[in-house]
């Protein structure tokens, strides 16, 4: 049978020696002080039955460790999937992507970084129509803060007109 390394609590294995300790020393003095083959029998059986209650509770220690590093394991795992679940709820991943990694979130900011890369390569969106002549003939866009009632109408009209568009909605 392979030997296994077994942890045992070192407070229930300097008890135990303790015991031994006491134990032995017992058998010593009931040596020397008993003649009677009956006592001495008597002080075997007795030492033998501590013996196998030693033996019990290192069996118990050892199964308690044993379910101890049991859960310790199952809430390790427990606590990586809810970290897998928070950064891809974070940073809008899906979590099949980053599951599986060593570094989740190291991952995670690989995949954002990926998707803002295809982005800025992306043309941007037009801009609003909102525009002021200006003295030379050139167009200037505007800020909607920046225009007078006339130029606001007209930029409302031009988004109502696009909402339509998009929305394919007769205006009202």
């Known amino acids: ?33 008993l003649t009677d083959e009956d006592e001495v029998k008597d002080v075997r059986e007795y030492l033998l039955e501590r013996d196998r209650e030693l033996n019990e509770r290192e069996a118990t220690l ?48 690989k995949i954002i970084h990926e998707r803002l890369t295809k982005e800025k390569e992306q043309p941007p969106a037009p801009a609003e129509e909102a525009f002021e002549s200006a003295p030379a003939g050139g167009i200037i866009k505007k800020q909607p803060k920046d225009m007078d009632d006339k130029e606001f109408a007209k930029l409302e009209q031009s988004l109502k007109a696009k909402y339509y568009e998009t929305q394919q909605v007769a205006p009202s």
């Open 1 to 33: 049978m392979a030997e296994q390394e077994k942890t045992v609590p070192l407070s229930a294995l300097l008890k135990a020696k303790e015991e031994i300790a006491n134990l032995k020393s017992e058998i010593k003095m009931a040596k020397a002080n």
């Open 62 to 109: 050892e199964k308690r460790q044993g379910e101890l590093t049991e859960r310790q394991t199952t809430l390790d795992k427990r606590d990586k999937e809810e970290s897998v679940k928070s950064l891809a709820a974070k940073y809008k991943v899906e979590l099949d992507k980053i599951k599986d990694a060593d570094d989740p979130e190291k991952e995670a900011l």
